[in-house]
């Protein structure tokens, strides 16, 4: 492992990160927030190009934002089958502690969304112009709250 996925991963288990990406020794971005969100956010900031991340649970999706994002490394205790492939076809080193068929929905009854939303293209930037759109339509869905 390199020293810089090291930092991340090491910083993902002990400060209770849901991602890290780390360049050159240095922690450039975190986040504590659940989903896929932080690493669109990484990838809208362009901390990625060059860094080796670690993240909680890594499917499709989030592989399809590193590649796009230029990362050099991911490190990550859960894994989906099509993150492992899509990161082997782009070259990107990857260290995961346990690989899954497919990473599941927070209710565990199918498979997550975003994992579902990627499933049609092999090409990145068609995979996170998918998520973008996916989460768009998501965040429109929700019923705004009435005030009485």
Known sequence: MSGDLKI???LLAEEGQSLVVVRNGRMLFSSRLPGIQPLLDALDNNV??????????????????AVQ?????VHTPVMS????????????????????????????????PMEAATEFTVVPEKGVNAVRKLLKDLHSAVPLKQVH
Not at 48 to 57: E, I, W
Not at 69 to 73: K, N, P, S
């Open 69 to 73: 994002g230029q990362v050099t490394a």
């Open 81 to 112: 089958q099509g993150a492992a492939e899509v990161l082997s076809e782009a070259g990107v080193l990857y260290c995961a502690e346990r690989t899954v068929p497919q990473i599941k929905n927070r209710e565990g009854t199918g498979p997550c």
């Open 48 to 65: 990625l190009p060059g860094s080796a991340l670690a993240d909680k649970v890594f499917g499709r999706a989030a592989a399809m934002i």
């Open 8 to 10: 991340a991963a090491q």
